[in-house]
């Protein structure tokens, strides 16, 4: 077997053998095949594809480069989620301590990541003495104790991810589904959860913008994790706005932590309601998705979600206090409320145009290990399809100074669109895939 | 303008701008776009091909990567060919003292090269004492003395296609037309030439077996070279079976010489009076076709051809008496003869077998730079549709001892098949393009 041969027979169409990923994997990983061959073998498949038994072959062998977490001590059933991400997302803060309090086991992995913020490690820290460097012992006890626990990634799950991403984000590479799904599920599958629930995001500020896209990724997924034995579940969402209304490290936080204490009935909510109530269904814990939202709801009007979530703080070496008086939580020098220049309809807000003021205000990174600034951001007043009148605040922007406000704020501006007549609304949860 | 986009742009169909070949070929060249950028360009040019246009700014960019060959201080009309490679391809040793002896100066580049036999440069060095280290103004003075001079190329002609050609090699991007076309025609028109003959080989023992795709090739390479303004015409010919009797390096020399003296007729002299006519009416030397022949044959019969060989061996340091007794050329100190094992016609004869056979005889090199021997390799006595007796000779392996002779065989055996009924006859030159 040669590479040679493997990128020819991919070229032409053909399916690879389980042995011949492995061979391609192996290698990779070991530096034996170059990335000059690899960035080709990656162009061949972006326009042959790859069919659902080499995507799986893929992610095996994947899994097979690094180590896998074994999650075999920690009793009860275990779940983990994952989001294709997108602008304002701040999901895992608010669900996850939601699922634990009803006594789902999460015990998690997280990356910090490239974007318009940081990813959810990043956004934890805000928690004054928070850390998420847990090591495999400490990890199974918190596990068990608190029944939530998130570390960061480390280098040994799954690093021919990390080697071909790397590759696949400078050769043009990255947009090819079966590889995306093999990055994701690898990563999932080596976790070591027996639930696993995927937050697929849809529209302008999604990685998929075409809804047909987000629903074929979101059904190559569950296949593939079904295939390999796990009981996934996947939820399409919009993903035209900003999820919420808090875009900013520290600010979503708050809106999570909003949330839990019952106090922001929004889309983040709703999300984290259907979500949630897919992994209580898949876990035979609710019969139906009615009493799965039931028994969700009632973890935040009992307040036992909200404490779930200060244990786990604490339990990481974080301020408890933070997440019941949140001007503990780190909050940016200046506030700026950015009026509209105009009465009417709200017709779209693009998520990535406030994903980059977010960026451009310091709370995002473009380039990997750049230090963020988790006190800035935007709060949104106003979403898609809400009234608004001249000069009314569209939304606050959070600065630590005038200049990166005002940077920011040319930006913002030219991420809305209004109307007259009110847009027709679309529905918000677009579907789920089982 | 960064090479990401311009994989994406070529990845999703589009043409690509000249300044944006400029920048792609200049930055590879210069090592600041890396190879795995590269090679994920080549295979989406493999998926997306190249308009002609394209091809144009891709080899006029590859030109200037390097020197050029300035002739203009050669008298008279200068003609350059290239031949896409095959077996017992000895065109080059015949036909350009044929030109030379007629008036067309000849003052060409040429290589080693990979493949059954060494390239025009190792044949050459049979003449003991040749030498193709022919520096600029050496070079200049034997094309107006002599009017036949051939150097080994530099490193500094067209450096981009070495480099751009080994990363082809390795990353399954080779065989994509445009690609072929530039990798050639920058060579060629860096070569300072009037006029272009480009020898095409078709068939299975060619780099391209469909007729359909050698025309195609022939027809870039004509219109890319005319655009260039150049002079340049295509012959496309037969390479389902062994060009000629002889394969092997010295060998092949014998067989040229043959040619030149008027004591081969056969396919090897029906290519080069026809490649060498063109050349002759597309210097106006000559009204028709059939007038360009008679003068080239003329240059046969008179010997001046034969002695023009003789003056360019001399005038490169060589013996030129082995062009009259080619007893003085290297020969393989054993002979075996390899009897037929059936009677009938030869259906076919698979040129890359003999070319294959021709390797294990020591004649070809399969890795740069590596050793080659001179002296071995086989010559035919029956080429296909010939009628051969059971045990009467096929061919004859000169060889340097009894174990790659064996090897040989048992190769060369495989690459016949034989007919009881005459197989039908196809034609030699398949057509002309201009």
Same mark, same amino acid.
């Given at each position: 077997m040669n590479t040679y041969d493997l990128i020819i027979k991919k070229r032409g169409g053909s399916e690879l053998t389980k042995e011949e990923y492995s061979y391609l994997i192996k290698n990779y990983v070991a530096g034996s095949i170059p990335d000059y061959q690899m960035s080709a073998f990656l162009m061949a498949v972006y326009f042959r594809g790859m069919s659902e038994k080499e995507t799986l072959y893929l992610t095996e062998e994947m899994i097979k480069s690094g180590d896998t977490l074994d999650l075999?001590? $920690?009793q009860g059933i275990k779940a983990d989620k994952h989001s294709t991400g997108g602008v304002g997302d701040k999901t895992s803060l608010a669900l996850c301590p939601m699922l634990a309090s009803v006594g789902i086991k999460v015990a998690k992995m997280s990356g910090r990541g490239l974007g318009h913020t940081g990813g959810t490690i990043d956004k934890l820290e805000s928690f004054p003495g928070l850390t998420t460097s847990i090591d495999g012992e400490r990890f199974i006890k918190q596990a068990n104790e608190v029944g939530f626990v998130i570390a960061g990634q480390t280098a040994h799950l799954v690093p021919a991810d990390k080697k071909l991403y790397a590759l696949r984000d400078v050769t =043009?590479? $990255?947009? &090819?589904l079966p590889l995306i799904v093999s990055s994701i599920m690898s990563k999932k599958l080596a976790s070591g959860a027996d639930i696993i629930v995927l937050d697929v995001k849809t529209g302008? =500020?999604?990685?998929? /913008? /075409?809804e047909e896209d987000s629903f074929e990724l979101a059904r190559q997924m569950v296949s593939l994790g079904k295939i390999a034995g796990k009981k996934t579940v996947a939820v399409v969402s919009d993903?035209?706005?900003?999820? =919420?209304?808090a875009v900013g490290n520290a600010l979503e936080v708050k809106e999570a932590i909003a949330v839990l204490k019952g106090e922001n009935e929004g889309k983040l909510r709703e999300l984290c309601l259907i979500l949630g109530a897919c992994v209580l269904t898949e876990a035979g814990m609710a019969e139906s998705e009615a009493e799965a939202i039931k028994m969700l709801k009632n973890c935040i009007e009992d307040g036992s979600a909200l404490r779930k979530l200060a244990d786990f703080v604490e339990a990481q070496g974080g301020d408890r206090r933070a997440v019941f008086d949140t001007s503990l939580l780190p909050s940016a020098p200046f506030t700026f409320e950015l009026p509209s220049p105009k009465a009417g309809y &709200? /017709?779209? &807000?693009q998520a990535d145009g406030i994903g980059r003021a977010c960026i451009a205000l310091g709370g995002g990174r473009e380039i990997k290990d750049s230090p963020i600034d988790l006190s800035v951001g935007v709060v949104l007043h106003k979403k898609t399809g809400d009234y608004v009148n001249c000069n009314e605040s569209l939304l606050t922007i959070h600065a630590r100074d005038k200049e990166s406000a005002k940077e920011a704020e040319k930006i913002l501006l030219e991420s809305y669109a209004f109307s007259d007549t009110a847009p027709e609304k679309r529905a918000f949860i677009r579907g789920i895939v089982r």
């Open positions: 075999s001590n $920690v =043009g590479t $990255v947009d &090819i302008s =500020g999604a990685f998929m /913008k /075409k993903m035209d706005e900003p999820l =919420g209304f &709200i /017709k779209t &807000i």
